[in-house]
């Protein structure tokens, strides 16, 4: 049991120590279409950084930029923000909502805007829930939540999409 308990302990602060090792990105100057390709990985890192850290995290302004960066400047990526299916009202979830997407778009080139938007309000709801308390209560996010629930999520955002 002692010896579970300090490899346990080994664990939690080897994690700790990683994720306070993590270096943004740099942004390049003007790259072709092409070479955003070479910064897949460095997006992927990223959004799980976001992903795993409160909005108050002293990197996060640095990271939303590199991953903006990249969605925007990456011909493999097609993001349809629709009002009615990620109208947050704040800027770190619609970033999320987005990277979702995003990655979503990577390993699914042929996916739906159904596909994608679901992969970016499921980011978002995970998000949601791990860090509401830092994040404060969001209708949109609230609401998402209530349909997924009820199994209606999917429904929603197909008919918003189609609009």
């Known amino acids: 049991m002692k010896r579970l308990f300090v490899i346990a302990l080994c664990l939690m602060f080897s994690q700790a120590i990683w994720a306070q090792k993590f270096t943004v990105p740099a942004i390049p100057g003007e790259i072709e279409e092409t070479e955003y390709a070479n910064y897949v990985q460095d997006f992927n890192r990223c959004m799980e950084w976001l992903e795993s850290h409160a909005p108050s995290a002293t990197q996060r302004k640095d990271v939303n930029a590199f991953v903006l960066w990249w969605m925007i400047g990456s011909p493999?990526?097609?993001?349809?923000?629709n009002a009615d299916a990620a109208n947050f009202n704040n800027g770190e979830l619609l970033v999320l909502y987005m990277g979702g997407w995003a990655r979503h778009s990577?390993?699914?080139p042929d996916a739906s805007k159904a596909d994608g938007s679901m992969a970016g309000i499921e980011t978002v709801i995970s998000y949601y829930l791990k860090y509401k308390d830092f994040i404060g209560k969001n209708k949109m996010a609230e609401k998402l939540i209530k349909m997924k629930k009820k199994g209606t999520l999917r429904q929603y955002v197909e008919d918003s999409l189609k609009e």
Do not use: A, C, G, P
């Open 76 to 81: 493999d990526v097609h993001i349809e923000v």
């Open 106 to 108: 990577i390993s699914n």
